[in-house]
């Protein structure tokens, strides 16, 4: 079974939490929104340290390094059976200067021709709402951000 490792960044401003999301690069999903969105992740490798795989993509996915007190999350099963393991990190990512690193695909599908594409195209912060809208529904990975509300309104209340 596939398993991928990923980072769900949050900010507080005034009384509202933000999330961090990425969009994929691509044609594919050029003029995809609601539903594209992801948290940046990866798969691990066979004997790798989940977190620091989910710190590498982090970097591979937005160009920066990230640190910090993670807040592990329930793992989640995606509709296509692949698991992925997550934490959460409270901290705030300038959007104007991220990078993302290049992949191959091919596209057409099934054509046999290359594309060199960046792996994520688009970074931004979005409310729980709107972030519950963003998240791909097959990834289930709303979840996270659900997990993560209930973590902050229990910190809250010690």
Known sequence: MKTSAGILVYKKQGAT????????????????????????????????????RARTEFKEETGKEINGTFIPLTAIRLKSGKRVKAWALQSDIATADCTSNFIDVEWPPRSGKTLHIPEVDR??????EEARQ????????????????????QQQAL
Do not use: C, M, R
């Open 134 to 153: 963003k998240l791909n529904p097959a990834q289930v990975q709303v979840g996270f951000v659900e997990e993560l509300l209930i973590y902050i309104a």
């Open 17 to 52: 939490y933000y999330f961090f999301l990425v969009h994929p690069g691509g044609p594919f999903w050029k003029n995809k929104d609601l539903g594209a969105w992801s948290i940046p992740k990866g798969e691990i490798e066979a004997g790798e340290d989940e977190l620091e």
């Open 123 to 128: 970074w931004e912060w979005f409310t729980a």
